[in-house]
């Protein structure tokens, strides 16, 4: 690696956290219907207003000891986590993708990934904001790769069209509009050849702890029965059915975090 891109990649991963500091933000006011621009940071505990040099992001936790400097209150060590890992992924990014205007595409677009999953994890809710950024990163890559426009749009469709007919099988049990939204959003961005690896990733890791819940509950086997009479009855009525409800409620499949660990997994492959 010679000085230059060294240096250069010292500015992304301090761009990176500078963006993941940001992200804190989002993570904690989006679920609370709080606004991330017009609101000035402040301590989630006291309230103060932080100065200047309260805020930069990954050093200030580090120097504060991770508190506030106001009121003592212990910080939560998501801050310095979500910030040193957005600025490692930017890192990633470029040195995968090469310094080009797409690699900076792609750091926006596992940015959102990042806020989506935290939140989808603690809320089970996907920011309808958020989807619209990731869309709206999509269009925006679908013009500058638009020799390639036709694979973006396919992308799109492919998804949205799978994922509504598994929400009709499974009567929204396990998956929901929000979900839809953003695995066409995050499909229509990244095009269809890499959104589907990213979809294949994503899907194993959720069927593969789907199956871990079951066999921690003894349920597996009542499952596969049941999956093996379902499948059975769409062969005798030669028609697709709707998949027949549950006894005990299904716990929904945080399908945000498992995107985001599905892009990573699609990256490292």
């Known amino acids: 690696m010679t000085l230059p891109t060294f240096i250069i990649y010292i500015f992304v991963f301090l761009y990176g956290i500078v963006i993941g500091s940001f992200l804190n933000v989002c993570i904690y006011r989006i679920p609370k219907k709080e606004s991330i621009v017009t609101v000035g940071s402040h301590c989630?505990?006291?309230?103060?207003?932080l100065k200047w040099y309260d805020l930069f992001p990954l050093f200030s936790f580090l120097?504060?000891?991770g508190k506030c400097r106001y009121c003592g209150t212990k910080l939560s060590v998501q801050y310095p986590v979500i910030e040193f890992t957005n600025g490692l992924l930017y890192i990633i990014l470029f040195a995968v993708n090469g310094i080009n205007v797409e690699s900076v595409l792609y750091c926006f677009f596992v940015s959102a990934l990042l806020v989506i999953s935290v939140i989808d994890f603690r809320t089970m809710e996907i920011p309808?904001?958020?989807n619209a950024f990731i869309l709206c990163l999509g269009v925006i890559h679908t013009i500058y790769d638009y020799e390639n426009w036709v694979h973006y749009v396919i992308g799109f469709f492919?998804?949205?069209l799978f994922l509504l007919l598994c929400l009709i099988i499974t009567?929204?049990?396990g998956i929901g509009g929000g979900d839809i939204k953003l695995m066409a959003a995050a499909v229509g961005c990244l095009g269809f050849s890499k959104g589907l690896l990213v979809l294949f990733w994503g899907f194993l890791g959720a069927a593969?702890?789907?199956?871990?819940?079951?066999?921690?509950?003894r349920e597996l086997g009542k499952r596969l029965l049941s999956l093996f009479s379902y499948i059975v009855s769409c062969i005798r009525e030669r028609r697709l059915l709707i998949f027949p409800g549950q006894s005990k409620e299904t716990e929904p499949l945080r399908l945000g975090v498992f995107l985001f660990l599905g892009y990573l997994a699609s990256g490292l492959m």
């Open 158 to 160: 492919a998804a949205s």
């Open 171 to 173: 009567r929204g049990k």
């Open 63 to 65: 120097f504060l000891k």
């Open 128 to 130: 309808v904001g958020i």
């Open 208 to 217: 593969a702890w789907g199956i871990l819940l079951l066999i921690f509950r």
């Open 44 to 49: 989630m505990k006291c309230g103060h207003q």
